[in-house]
């Protein structure tokens, strides 16, 4: 730990890492109460929770060790390896209705971790390059197709949540690198064009606002005309399709656009969910003492409805203290992201961060019925070693960054 | 316009957006435990929201005409749903409707302790004036609610009953099996024939819906804007079966009279009739078969239950033949035109057994082909000596006996064809020596064949040596129009050669056609028909009446096997059945020889 010491002081983020542990912490006795129940499978899961959140700590004093610059060149090969699992993974059998794990003895890996974690580098890498020179192409077009590749493979896996991740990861590195909002408005304009299409006076209304945003920024004809275009197309030809398709075609893709914790009971988990919060009040029923999970909530009680346990032993105040640690963190983190000197280390920061803060609002607000469910779990606190670990490598990155916010 | 990375700008509102996004999350978490505590809280203490089931109905049966077979009606239950305080109620809903209360209330104890939190069902099926009666009352028998189920319908009765099959509830042996397949207890499970074959098919999946109820156990409506979950029906399995032709063999059959017939359209395995005698009626099952009528069913000593077509295995008599004259054919022992070292004197020697021909005064000499139109035993004794045990066994396997044929039925009989090790395991060793072969060689010992493998043999042999696997199951099609199962086509080809296959079917012509034929009876004037009697040994009482065979003999759009217990000569009974039978099809489908049907479904 001699570099630990040697660059200790002003530097290094203790409150960030302070943030994490204690999240971590409230994580694991989350899990222990919520697993109080007469279920023999679940007797013993905060053991295994704890060994997660240490095994998560090694990973994140490992993570600040590395100097940013081997995450920059080693970008691009971490990036096709990462491509390449989520390949294999849809070759592999299906695990509890998806393909999304790889199963390695000891521990279920799920590709789309590591590959959130290489397309923010390499985004990063692309986006610090082309800061400067830079035509179309370099500055929206190949990040664009870096964040399609995963996003798409992850999406027919299918898991919404994540690849909706890979999105938020791009518009997190993109505003972060200064691209005028204009130019942010023309990128989401495809994704805003099918969203649209809901009924054609909407559709119609985008498309005048496109074409305005064209006039009034004076976008150059060769840029205007293909986006434009593309958008056309977009919009005309999902709902031609849609109509196109039978009524179970139909009904499987929105099962696949929404495919929630369980399709046929996501609407019991989210009103169990409620009431477990609701009847919490300002104080909750105290530690051990919620209720609701002996009711039929399973399995998703201590993994992804892990916020309702708390919501209910702990009461209002208790989310309050969840939420003021997670607004800590993420506040600390753009500390860092603000000072770093280095480009690229400054845009891998804000890019898990983004990611960070996209999974806490996803996961809280579909735990109290304002979002749809989706299998996001709630950072640093839902079982799993999958997700503990790699959210406390992912604060490590940015520690280690905090660590040299000063270098170039 | 900057290009700066993180500006203080941009710093801010990505701060700003987050503050925005906890805040949102802060003040929703607010809503529910300030605001809405209350009525968080109430529904938070134990057993104040119920979700109840939405019962799916089964799918649909429909036959090749499109008839409906069997379907679903609604059956109304009087339910316990409170979980406490639920003597009185129980004792004043057994009042009402003139019950012992006291065998009521024992009921509902013995169930709350096997499931102590689930609904119990008083009184399954209400008829209309019972249900009228609960409904005008219903708001004096607190916890109590009419349940509606889906309760399955046989709308033609006992006709088709083994085809069919019938639902019963899942017991308990069944529902540790099942639960983990969405199945609760007392839910309604297929058992026997197509209903437990096609069960995954033709069950929906329940949906369910919420609702609230007060300290009391009264409904107070569904809970703010949670949507109830619709059942999903079924999927409505389309059959190969010909309802007409179906009925039309029923009826041949007299009261009492007990036996099978198996009618396939040679071309594609669809079995077009599959009939067991006598039958039942699954609607006694719909909501639970009473224990006397059960008993009544077990106990009869002719088995309606038991779906002789698939699950019954019978000597075939002489209709094994065709088997013995393939082997012989395919050996080159013998030519359609062979004689037999001895000519029929109505009895041979062999060993120290003399065995007879069924006409006492003998045939005189034959050759193959008028030894299988006469049915002449002798003959096929001398072959069958001369093919010996195991050679003629090899062959009945190679033509699909002694196995199941693979139909889409549950508890299908292999039939039985012994051979040498068979005799030695069962009646030890050199059992097999002697007159064994000779008797296997008309299909009496030990062989044993379902009316289903006689008529895909038969129906193999009319289609010139393509044997298609007999299915019932044309397609299984959801409510959204999604074909989910489809038709088993799967063929195999009988190891005989085409000018065998030519002999065997100008044989089975001569049967039916020639002066003196057994199977005069099923001649249909202006088709040529082919067949073959048989007369099953019966060590139990009169002997059984056999009769395979397909029309026209080329290109045939039928093959059938139909058998009639005790009824004694092929000849006399069975053979004018299937003529019958026959004609009536090839009558409704025009006479003209029909093409091989399309390779595949749509």
């Not at chain 1, 009680?301 to 209910?312: C, L, N, P």
């Amino acid at each position: 730990m001699a570099w630990l010491a040697m660059r200790t002081g002003r530097d290094f983020d203790a409150q960030f890492l302070l943030a994490a542990a204690l999240l971590s912490l409230l994580g694991i006795m989350a899990v222990y109460s919520a697993t109080q129940v007469d279920q023999p499978a679940l007797v013993g899961l905060w053991l295994r929770q704890l060994v997660w959140v240490l095994a998560g700590m090694a990973a994140l004093l490992t993570m600040a060790a590395v100097p940013f610059r081997y995450w920059e060149a080693f970008a691009w090969p971490l990036y096709l390896l990462s491509l390449g699992l989520l390949v294999l993974v849809l070759f592999l059998p299906v695990h509890m209705r998806t393909h999304r794990w790889i199963d390695i003895g000891f521990f279920q890996l799920q590709p789309s971790e590591l590959a959130k974690l290489a397309t923010v580098f390499l985004l990063a890498k692309l986006s610090a390059q082309a800061h400067k020179e830079g035509g179309v192409f370099r500055r929206f077009v190949l990040p664009l197709a870096v964040t399609a590749a995963p996003l798409l493979l992850v999406l027919v896996e299918p898991d919404l949540g994540t690849s909706l991740s890979f999105a938020v990861i791009f518009l997190g590195i993109v505003f972060w690198r200064g691209t005028p909002l204009r130019d942010i408005f023309f990128i989401l304009s495809p994704a805003l064009s099918m969203l649209a299409v809901v009924s054609m006076p909407t559709w119609i209304g985008f498309m005048v606002i496109l074409l305005a945003a064209f006039l009034v920024f004076r976008v150059k004809p060769q840029h205007a005309i293909p986006l434009g275009l593309f958008n056309t197309a977009i919009g005309s030809a999902a709902p031609a399709l849609w109509d196109h398709l039978k009524d179970y075609q139909r009904k499987r893709i929105l099962n696949f656009v929404n495919p929630g914790v369980d399709p046929r009971g996501s609407g019991w988990h989210v009103l169990q969910s409620k009431i477990a919060i609701g009847s919490g009040g300002w104080l909750g029923k105290g530690y051990l003492g919620g209720t609701q999970k002996k009711l039929s909530f399973l399995p998703a009680q201590h993994t992804d409805f892990i916020f309702s346990t708390i919501g209910e032993e702990l009461g209002l105040w208790g989310i309050t203290l969840v939420l003021a640690l997670y607004g800590w963190l993420l506040y600390r983190g753009v500390l860092i992201a603000r000072q770093t000197r280095n480009r690229f280390a400054s845009l891998t920061a804000m890019g898990i961060l983004s990611l960070i803060g996209f999974n806490i609002f996803l996961n809280i607000g579909m735990t109290l019925g304002m979002l749809p469910v989706t299998g996001i779990p709630l950072p640093f606190v839902s079982y799993g070693g999958s997700s503990v670990i790699t959210m406390l490598a992912m604060c490590g990155i940015v520690l280690g960054i905090g660590l040299r916010r000063y270098e170039y | 316009m900057t290009q700066e990375i993180g500006s203080r700008e941009r710093t801010f509102f990505v701060l700003l957006l987050w503050t925005v996004a906890l805040l949102l999350l802060l003040l929703r978490g607010a809503q529910l435990q300030v605001l809405q505590y209350g009525r968080y809280h109430s529904l938070s203490q134990q057993n104040r929201l119920r979700k109840i089931d939405l019962a799916a109905p089964r799918g649909l049966i429909i036959s090749q005409d499109s008839v409906i077979i069997a379907e679903s009606r609604p059956g109304f239950d009087l339910v316990l749903v409170s979980a406490t305080d639920w003597q009185a109620p129980v004792r004043s809903a057994a009042r009402l409707l003139g019950l012992d209360s006291l065998a009521l209330v024992a009921v509902v104890s013995t169930q709350r302790q096997l499931f102590p939190k689930d609904p119990v069902v008083l009184i399954k099926d209400l008829p209309p004036p019972l249900l009228a009666r609960v409904e005008e009352h219903l708001d004096e028998l607190p916890g109590l609610r009419v349940e509606i189920e889906s309760l399955r319908k046989a709308n033609f009765g006992t006709l088709g009953s083994h085809l069919i099959g019938y639902t019963g509830q899942i017991g308990l042996d069944e529902y540790a099996k099942h639960k983990d397949f969405g199945y609760r207890y007392g839910d309604y499970i297929g058992k026997g024939s197509l209903e437990r074959q096609y069960e995954n098919v033709l069950r929906g999946s329940d949906g369910y819906e919420f609702f609230e109820v007060d300290a009391r156990g009264r409904d107070r409506g569904t809970p703010e804007a949670l949507e109830p979950v619709e059942a999903v029906p079924g999927a409505t399995l389309r059959l190969s079966i010909d309802w007409r032709l179906q009925a039309a063999a029923e009826s041949l059959f007299a009261p009492g009279q007990s036996g099978a017939v198996v009618a396939i359209e040679p071309g594609s395995g669809r079995i077009l009739a599959l009939v067991s005698r006598p039958n039942f009626d699954p609607n006694i099952f719909a909501s639970g078969i009473r224990a006397d009528v059960w008993n009544a069913l077990a106990g009869d000593p002719d088995y309606p239950l038991w779906d002789r077509a698939i699950r019954s295995a019978y000597p075939p008599g002489s209709t094994f033949k065709v088997v013995t004259a393939a082997a012989a054919l395919e050996e080159t022992l013998a030519t359609e035109h062979t004689y037999m070292p001895h000519p029929c004197l109505g009895k041979l020697p062999i060993g120290n057994r003399v065995y007879k021909c069924w006409l006492k005064e003998g045939h005189g000499a034959l050759d193959l082909h008028q030894a299988m139109v006469h049915s002449c035993d002798i003959y096929f004794y001398q072959l069958g000596m001369m093919l010996n045990v195991d050679r003629q066994a090899q062959w009945a396997r190679r033509m699909g006996l002694g196995k199941p044929s693979g139909v889409d039925l549950p508890l299908e009989h292999a039939g039985l064809i012994p051979d040498k090790d068979w005799y030695e395991k069962h009646f030890g060793r050199g059992s097999w020596r002697g007159g064994v072969a000779a008797n296997m060689a008309i299909g009496q010992g030990e062989v044993l064949v379902t009316p289903l493998q006689l008529a895909t043999l038969y129906a193999a042999i009319g289609n010139d040596g393509v044997l298609w696997r007999p299915h019932l199951l044309l397609r299984a099609e959801t409510a959204d129009g999604e074909v989910i199962r489809r038709e088993m086509r799967v063929f195999d080809r009988l190891p005989l050669s085409p000018a065998t296959v030519a002999a065997l079917k100008s044989m089975l012509w001569g049967v039916v056609n020639e002066e003196g034929g057994t199977g005069g009876a099923a001649r249909i004037a202006g088709i040529d028909v082919a067949g073959k009697t048989g007369t099953a040994q019966n060590p139990h009482g009169k002997d059984h009446s056999w009769f395979a065979g397909f029309a026209p003999r080329e290109r045939p759009a039928i093959a059938v096997a139909v058998i009639v217990e005790n009824a004694g000569h092929g000849s006399d009974v069975a053979a004018p059945i299937a003529g019958q039978i026959m004609a009536s099809y090839l009558a409704r489908h025009g006479l003209t020889p029909r093409p091989p049907t399309a390779v595949a479904e749509e």
